[in-house]
Structure formats: structure tokens, C-alpha cells
């Protein structure tokens, strides 16, 4: 067998010893890059007690939670487009640390991220699906903006606490065969979590059409047999997952803040319900690009009828992606990055294209390898609802309308689902691999330790 065949190879075609040592593996870089970055944080909020990046405009929602509480008045009144759960998980650590307020919440920030690794660990532990989760976290803690939203006051800490544990429970119950009492816990945890989830950042609402569409295909598909239990138990999960949704809702009287909707919370934005369909293109390229390195060894053993079809499709998107690199070049590292290097427009538009077309030409060559390997990743439900969960976080997209653009940070909430993709596709850890892991951490932190430096 190729060493080719055996990166691509799905973990059930590995050996159960082979499968258990690099899964132990994967989970303890997991672990230390964690920890990296958990001390970075730490340093961070020690030394540098002054507002950064989206600070400033923050921890005015935290300090209106942590003085008036989680009252209606005060959700309705809230200034910031996210959801108010993450608002108010930091409030609640100003309220009990009751030390500097910018201080406890970046605190509370980092609190959600230590229950993060610690129950997803667990879950590794005692779960099912080891090896996608150690894969998920690991890309996860090497995410851009990943140690930036450990040690700041933004909202995907608490978010991504919910999300991940809530998905976590959710796969581990619509697997199990047994309907026990333990397995209804899990699903009633799993879909009351991810609930809070979108109410932390609206875009985590792809993970309920996930978890539907993987119930439904688990009784289309699988057992029949399934209990009457087990239905009612999916059925109660996903109605409890909507009712934080629907109470939002009905307080907002929309999916963002009337503030934020009416644009009266910030001069130049506007983010409200409405059509956009630049926004999800824009989603779905950086979606590809962030694949392109993390899975980037699957294209360079593209079959030759694949390869076909994938170069008219990457020189296309390359070239759209040069003619429109003004609307389609989000806010982010990569931005940063291409101006400044390039010397002018052209030179950028150029850049991006090339940038854009071996990120498609790569994203086929994965969309192939995992297509031939359907039947056992389509027998995986964690890969499975990564599949989902992306694609519908990116068709999503075309529902958010108003003028903000979308940032680069917010691929950090769909990172595990990539993480689980990518390992899906290529479970080892190579040399390259190690490297471009490495590289994407040094990243992470330069990014929050930039501030220090900049007044």
C-alpha cells in the first residue's frame, strides 16, 4: 500500500492499535498547544490591563450584564450584534471575581476555553469518536485568533464552549444503539447546549439543521428498529434546542439587536436579516483556503481524470476571485498578509487569485478523497455532521444582510469541523504537517502579542 493510500485512509481502515497510538498522539499536541496557549493568555491578562482589538467596544455589553443583570430590558438594549449569552457567561465573572471589570471578563473569557479542552478531553475519554475530536480541537488551538480569543473579550470562547460540547453529546447519543437513560441525557444536553450556542453567535444555528438531517438520515438509513424512545428523545433535543433561539427571537424581534439592526449602535454598520450573496462566496473561499494547508498532501496525488475537472475549476474561481478581490478579501490575516506584500491593487488581485485557485484545486482533490471513502465516513457521524455543519454555515451566510463585512475571525467557529474534515481526509501527522500546525500557532500568537505593542 502507498503512503499516499494509507494518509488518505479513513480510520476504519486502520489497525486498532495504529488507530489508538496516533489518536494518543494527536490528543496530547492537542494538549500542549492548550496549554501554550492557555499561558499565553495568561501572561497576557496579567500584563497588558488595557483594551484591545474589539475590547473597547465589548465590554460595554458585559458591564450593561453585569450591573443590570440578564434581564429583557437589558437584552433588548444590548449594543453588539453576537448573541447575549457570551456577554453574559463574562458578566457572571466580573459579578463573582469582582476585581478590574475588563480584567474578569477576559478571565471568564479564558474560563470557557479550560472547560472547553476539559470536557471535550473527557469526551475523548469515555467517547465514541476519539480520533475526530482529538483532530478538531488540535486544528482548533492552532487556529488564527484562537489565543486572541482566549485572552480578550470576545464572544467565541463562550460559544465555541457550548457548540462543541453540545455537538459532542448530541453525535454521542444519535449513535448509540441503546436508548438508556444516560443516552436521552446526552441528547436533552446536547440540543439544550447548542441552543446557547446561537444565542453566544448566531452562525452556530448550521449545527441544528446538522443534527437534524443526521436524526432523520440515522432512521432513514439506519436502524428501524430504532425505539419510539429514541425518536421522541431526537425530537425533545431538537425542539430544546430551538427554544433559546425562539426567545431571542422574540425579545430582539429578529436575529441581531434592534440596535445593531437599525444601525444606530456603530456609525458605519449595520447587520440585520436580509440577502447576500457575495457573503456566502466569500465564506466558502476562505473556508478553502484555510483546508488548503491543513489537507493540503490530498492534491498532490490527484487521479488523473480528477485532475481534469479540478484545473478549469480552480483557474475560474481564481480568476473571479482576482476580478472581485476588493469584495471578496475579508478582514483577516490573509488580508493583512497580501497588502503588505503586494505593492498596489494589481498585484493583490493577482496574488489572491493564484491564492484562491490552488485552494479549489486542493478543495477538489479533498471533496474526491473523501467521496471515495463515503461509505466509511458516511458510517462516522462526527465526520458526518462536520460535513454539514460547514456546508451550512456557509449557506447561512446568504441570510446575514447589512454592511459588515465578514471577518476572518468567524471561520474560528466552524475550525473543529474543519479540523475533523481535514483529518477525515489525511489522519497522519507528517513532518509538513507538524510544520504548518506549528506555523498556523506561532501565528495565533503573534497576533495577540501584536498588541502589546500597539497603543
Not at 106 to 131: D, E, N
Not at 274 to 296: E, M
Not at 443 to 449: E, P, R, T, Y
Request: aromatic share 10%; net charge positive; proline share 4%.
Amino acid at each position: 500500500m502507498s503512503s499516499y493510500k494509507r494518509a488518505s485512509a479513513s480510520p476504519q481502515d486502520l489497525a486498532p492499535d495504529e488507530c489508538r497510538t496516533r489518536t494518543k498522539r494527536h490528543c496530547r499536541l492537542a494538549l500542549l498547544i492548550f496549554v501554550l496557549n492557555l499561558i499565553s493568555a495568561i501572561l497576557f491578562i496579567a500584563f497588558i490591563n488595557r483594551p484591545v482589538y474589539d475590547d473597547q467596544y465589548n465590554i460595554v455589553d458585559v458591564h450593561s450584564y453585569a450591573t443590570n443583570g440578564a434581564t429583557s430590558a437589558a437584552i433588548r438594549e444590548q449594543r453588539n450584534a453576537p448573541g447575549p449569552a457570551s456577554y453574559i457567561w463574562m458578566a457572571t465573572a466580573v459579578r463573582v471575581l469582582r476585581g478590574g471589570e475588563l480584567r474578569d471578563a477576559r478571565i471568564g473569557a479564558a474560563l470557557s476555553w479550560v472547560l472547553l479542552a476539559g470536557g471535550t478531553l473527557a469526551f475523548v475519554r469515555y467517547g465514541a469518536y476519539a480520533q475526530e475530536w482529538c483532530g478538531a480541537t488540535l486544528v482548533l488551538f492552532v487556529f488564527p485568533h484562537a489565543v486572541e480569543a482566549t485572552a480578550t473579550v470576545l464572544t467565541e470562547g463562550p460559544a465555541l464552549l457550548f457548540a462543541i460540547l453540545g455537538a459532542l453529546a448530541w453525535i454521542e447519543f444519535s449513535s448509540r444503539e441503546k436508548t438508556t437513560a444516560g443516552s436521552v441525557a446526552l441528547g436533552i444536553i446536547g440540543g439544550l447546549s447548542m441552543g446557547i450556542a446561537v444565542t453566544s453567535r448566531q452562525y452556530f444555528l448550521a449545527l441544528l439543521p446538522a443534527a437534524a438531517i443526521l436524526a432523520a438520515s440515522k432512521f432513514r438509513f439506519g436502524d428501524h428498529r430504532r425505539s419510539s424512545l429514541w425518536k421522541t428523545s431526537a425530537a425533545l433535543s431538537l425542539a430544546l434546542a430551538a427554544l433559546p433561539i425562539i426567545l431571542l427571537a422574540m425579545i430582539w424581534k429578529g436575529t441581531t439587536s434592534p440596535s445593531m439592526a437599525a444601525g444606530a449602535s456603530y456609525a458605519n454598520w449595520q447587520i440585520k436579516a436580509g440577502a447576500n450573496f457575495l457573503r456566502p462566496v466569500a465564506a466558502l473561499l476562505d473556508t478553502a483556503v484555510y483546508l488548503l494547508p491543513l489537507s493540503f498532501p490530498v492534491m498532490l496525488r490527484l487521479r488523473q481524470a480528477w485532475r481534469w475537472r479540478a484545473i478549469p475549476v480552480a483557474i475560474l474561481a481564481g480568476l473571479g476571485a482576482a476580478r472581485f478581490h476588493s469584495q471578496l478579501l475579508q478582514p483577516g490575516p490573509l488580508r493583512s498578509g497580501l497588502y503588505g506584500i503586494a505593492g498596489g491593487s494589481t498585484a493583490i488581485a493577482v496574488m489572491f487569485g493564484v491564492i484562491v485557485a490552488i485552494a479549489m484545486f486542493n478543495a477538489v482533490a479533498l471533496a474526491q478523497t473523501l467521496w471515495e471513502s463515503k461509505v466509511a465516513l458516511l458510517s462516522r457521524p462526527a465526520a458526518a455532521f462536520a460535513l454539514l455543519a460547514v456546508a451550512v454555515f456557509i449557506a447561512e451566510q446568504v441570510g446575514v444582510g447589512g454592511n459588515a463585512p465578514f471577518y476572518d475571525r468567524y471561520m474560528l467557529q466552524i475550525a473543529p469541523f474543519v479540523g475533523i474534515i481535514s483529518f477525515a481526509a489525511v489522519p497522519r501527522l507528517g513532518y509538513a504537517r507538524l510544520a504548518v500546525l506549528a506555523g498556523m500557532s506561532v501565528l495565533s500568537h503573534a497576533m495577540l502579542w501584536r498588541y502589546a505593542f500597539v497603543h
